[in-house]
């Protein structure tokens, strides 16, 4: 009961000093605003060590060994290497060699996240637009990916037809741009209702 009453105006605490940047900055503020980037830092690293590094480098080595698998015991030497390798970022000396791992890191992310983009987001948006045109929903979906598509289509001068399809392109992708930022609008209002709730609910017993 206690360490709960503790936490709450720990908590509390700390949510009035990062919303006391609304008014200007100031100290309180920055205390808030470094423990969390700190806080935040330190759970990242315990994270990766107790979910990735410990599971995946450490318990698999004693497994592979004592199933005397002993290639994949040892080729986990190499993500090793290459980590301690990227490691050197923070010497300047040799903070060349992390240029390797990085590349080899880059390399791989680049990979795999074009065959994502394409497997989970292109071709599913291309089957979601070839619908019949049997719903009032589906004919403005062909319209508007063909008019965003004419839109983009800077080989000849937007100007009669073209010039009508590309500004009708524009409301579309203003539609979509606006919807984006009223969702994002929306998760932050959501943020700090749920503050709200927990500084005069949890902290101050002002709503029951």
Same mark, same amino acid.
């Given at each position: 009961? =206690?360490?709960? =009453?503790? %936490?709450?105006?720990?908590?509390?605490?700390?949510?009035?000093?990062? =919303?006391?940047?609304?008014?200007? #900055?100031?100290? &309180?503020?920055?205390? !808030?605003?470094?423990? *969390? $980037?700190?806080?935040?830092?330190?759970?990242? +690293?315990? *994270? !990766?060590?107790? &979910?990735?590094?410990?599971?995946?480098?450490?318990?698999?080595?004693?497994?592979?060994?004592?199933?005397?698998?002993?290639?994949?015991?040892?080729?986990?030497? +190499?993500?090793?290497?290459?980590?301690?390798?990227?490691?050197?970022?923070?010497?300047?000396?040799?903070?060349?060699?992390?240029?390797?791992?990085?590349?080899?890191?880059?390399?791989?992310?680049?990979?795999?996240?074009?065959?994502?983009?394409?497997?989970?987001?292109?071709?599913?948006?291309?089957?979601?637009?070839?619908?019949? =045109?049997?719903?009032?929903?589906? &004919? $403005?979906?062909?319209?508007?990916?063909?008019?965003? @598509?004419? *839109?983009?289509? /800077?080989?000849?001068?937007?100007?009669?037809? @073209?010039?009508? +399809?590309?500004?009708?392109?524009?409301?579309?992708?203003?539609?979509?741009?606006?919807?984006? /930022?009223?969702?994002?609008?929306?998760?932050?209002?959501?943020?700090?209702? %749920?503050?709200?709730? &927990? @500084?005069?609910? #949890?902290?101050?017993? +002002?709503?029951?």
């Amino acid at each position: 009961m =206690l360490l709960n =009453l503790i %936490g709450t105006w720990v908590a509390a605490t700390l949510t009035l000093a990062i =919303l006391s940047f609304l008014y200007r #900055d100031n100290p &309180f503020y920055k205390v !808030a605003e470094h423990l *969390y $980037v700190g806080i935040s830092a330190g759970f990242a +690293v315990i *994270y !990766a060590w107790a &979910f990735d590094v410990y599971p995946m480098l450490v318990d698999a080595f004693r497994n592979n060994m004592a199933q005397k698998n002993y290639l994949e015991a040892w080729i986990l030497i +190499v993500p090793t290497i290459l980590g301690i390798m990227m490691l050197c970022r923070s010497i300047p000396k040799i903070a060349w060699i992390s240029r390797w791992p990085i590349s080899f890191t880059v390399g791989i992310g680049s990979g795999l996240g074009l065959v994502a983009s394409v497997q989970g987001y292109l071709l599913p948006q291309i089957s979601a637009t070839l619908r019949p =045109l049997i719903t009032i929903n589906n &004919f $403005v979906v062909y319209i508007g990916v063909i008019a965003t @598509l004419f *839109y983009f289509y /800077f080989s000849k001068e937007h100007k009669g037809a @073209l010039g009508v +399809v590309s500004r009708v392109g524009i409301v579309f992708i203003m539609v979509a741009f606006g919807a984006s /930022f009223g969702y994002t609008v929306m998760a932050r209002i959501s943020l700090l209702i %749920g503050r709200f709730y &927990f @500084l005069l609910h #949890d902290w101050l017993p +002002v709503i029951r």
